[in-house]
């Protein structure tokens, strides 16, 4: 079984940082893309950046400059490091993966999310 633990988030005031982690676990053949996506009270859950197995990075219009994702493909851990944060960024962050494991193949599997909180 595959699990996706996330950990980093927290309070933050605008112009802050943070980093926030997400290590897969189990028994993992190969990592394909990962990201990170949030969902705002009352709103969809966007993609917010997303890294491919070999290290090719997207981002939406909105943090392009401030945030930057980045993998340890070693580790199967995927981080997203925040910058100069607004009070628009507060949100859940849920990190995302799609995984081949020696029994199941190519498939989605997300973590349990982590609250991200900007104040003004």
């Known amino acids: 079984q595959v699990q996706l633990v996330e950990s980093g988030g927290g309070l933050v005031q605008a112009g802050g940082s943070l980093r926030l982690s997400c290590a897969a676990s189990g028994r993992i053949f190969s990592i394909n893309a990962m990201g990170w996506y949030r969902q705002a009270p009352g709103k969809q859950r966007e993609l917010v950046a997303g890294?491919?197995?070999?290290?090719?990075?997207a981002y939406v219009d909105s943090v392009k400059g401030r945030f930057t994702i980045s993998r340890d493909n070693a580790k199967n851990t995927v981080y997203l490091q925040m910058n100069s944060l607004k009070p628009e960024d507060t949100a859940v962050y849920y990190c995302?993966?799609?995984?081949?494991?020696?029994?199941?193949?190519?498939?989605?599997?997300w973590g349990q999310g982590t609250q991200v909180t900007v104040s003004s």
């Open positions: 890294i491919t197995k070999g290290g090719s990075t």
């Open positions: 995302h993966a799609g995984i081949h494991t020696f029994l199941v193949p190519l498939s989605d599997y």
